[in-house]
């Protein structure tokens, strides 16, 4: 079973950046596509942003622009820069790979959690 391990997270005013950390146990991290994941006060864990294997990331619109994943295979670690954060941000971020084939040998990490002042 893969462990994820999520860091980073913080209290921070809106308007100001963090960049948060996901390391994966897993033996062949470059050939495994990753996301962060979200999970709002009261709601549900949604997906804000993927990466494929090769370093393309995608995004949800409303981080669009102010978040960017990047990931360093070597050290199997993918990352998560958030600029100009706002209170909508606020929340526990998780990682784990979106490919569904093979994320039920993933364990979700504790994820962690980013909260945004206004």
């Known amino acids: 079973q893969v462990q994820l391990a999520e860091s980073g997270g913080g209290l921070v005013q809106a308007g100001q950046s963090l960049n948060l950390s996901c390391i994966a146990s897993v033996s062949d991290f470059s050939g495994v596509p990753m996301a962060w994941y979200r999970q709002a006060p009261g709601k549900q864990r949604e997906l804000i942003g993927a990466?494929?294997?090769?370093?393309?990331?995608t995004y949800i619109d409303s981080v669009e622009g102010r978040f960017a994943i990047s990931r360093d295979n070597a050290k199997k670690t993918m990352y998560l820069q958030m600029n100009n954060l706002s209170s909508e941000d606020s929340g526990v971020y998780y990682c784990?790979?979106?490919?569904?084939?093979?994320?039920?040998?993933?364990?979700w990490g504790q994820g962690t959690q980013v909260i945004v002042s206004t």
């Open positions: 990466i494929t294997n090769t370093g393309i990331a």
């Open positions: 784990n790979t979106p490919h569904t084939r093979i994320r039920g040998h993933y364990t």
